[in-house]
């Protein structure tokens, strides 16, 4: 059912395209377990800069809590009067919006009154810690809220004071944000989120951001959090993909191009068997046509080698048969010969200005006994005032002589031939026509390659070798012409063929 050269390209498809699969499949797996290790990297290096993000951010939060209460801690002990030392202390740390210094038993001692509202507060939050930490350690520390800090203060007569003062968030925003993570390097986004998840700072618009993750901050700023979010075409996943996806492309491509290769390849094979089995017919079918004639030759030679005829016009006939037969053989010999000859590139033409009409003549004059015995009706067309053509007279006529061959054994019921010549275009065509079976569309370009015969012509149960049109074909093109069909079947066949009047003087 399979032909040897299908079996061959199927098994050269599976023996390629199975490996094939099988490296794609591998590197699909191994790109997806890159992405997944790409990804973990990838949020593990977030959250390793997320977290020095946050050291930083506490460490200049301190330094300058810190600085501040060292000044405050200076205007507590200055020896003058404490309200403008604290205000000098305040005036140079933007960070605080206001300050407030109470006692433990929350008497205020600066300023003189509380403001919007920050007594409800801040007095809680004193009660609170007056119990905490703060007392216990007696360190001096500052103990955050979202916005009130508290830290205890001793002063020089040994009071302890408490330090409520409220941040100021543009300030934060600006001295300590701004500074610790403004010049970080990365290609991530980083924003402070408050308590309440609110942006306080980003890097840059987070919107449109993807959040991967996010470490909170500890005493400084208590329940805000550094949040790190990618921007939509930074994603590694979408790195990845693009990867993938021009992975699978190089892929497809190589498929492509080995599935193309394959074809290609059982194209040329198909081409080069069916090459081999034309070659094969080709002989056969040339000894055949060698061995009619010859045969013709002998029988009647040898009836007048025995003297058997007596009569002299049968003799003369018999002559004209062995003649005509012997010219028959020499056709078909010159044909196999050009052929051979044009194929390994050797074939000469002689040119010449040749006159058309003697030569048409001349060739149909070779066809007279056929033509006749077939009962031909012939009528030739030949144009008054043609010029004479440069050409090789012999291999055009011999051009011609196979369309009038061809004419005569492809011929039907219907037995008419007409070769006309006329100057069309500007170039000489000749045309022979018959009213003979006709060739089918599709096998037109196809008739004319060698070795090529209809149906290898064997229904039409006619000898030929399939040479005689691409011998046409050469002889036209070699002298910078062409040749053509003009045909359907059962309604006969016209070949035109065309030959520049001047003709192609490096022939
Ligand atoms: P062949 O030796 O078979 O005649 P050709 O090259 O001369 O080889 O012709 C190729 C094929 O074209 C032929 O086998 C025949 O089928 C077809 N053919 C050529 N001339 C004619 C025609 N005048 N009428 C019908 N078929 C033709």
Redesign the pocket.
Known sequence: MWSPSARFSLLALLGIAVPATIVATLGYISIRQWEASSELLYREQARDMASMAVAKVEMILRREEDAFLDRLQGALDADRRTAEAVAEALARSPLVRRLYLVTRRGELLYPKTWSEGDAGVIAPLIAEATQGKLERGGKREVVAGHRVCLALLVRRGGEPVLAAFIRDPEALRREIFETALGALESPTILAVLDHEGRAVYSRAPIADAQPILSVTFRETLPDWRLAVYQTADAAPRRAVRRQVMLFTGAYGVLLLVIVAGIVATWRLARRETEMARLKSDFVA?VSHDLKTPLSVIRMFGETLDMGRMTDEGGRREYYRVITRESERLSRLIDNVLDFSRIESGRQTYRMAATAVEPLIRSTLEAFDYPLVQHGFKVDVQVAPDLPEVWMDADAVGQALA?LID??I??SGDERALTVSARVVDGRLAIAVA?R????AAHEHAR?FEKF???GR?DT?G?R???????LVRHIAEAHGGDVTVD?APGEG?R?TLRLPLAGRRDG
Do not use: E
């Open positions: 079918n196979n061809n004419a054994k492809y018959d003979g079976l006709g060739i008739i090529y015969r209809v012509s039409q006619r030929g070798s399939g040479v005689g049109l691409a045909s066949s070949f």
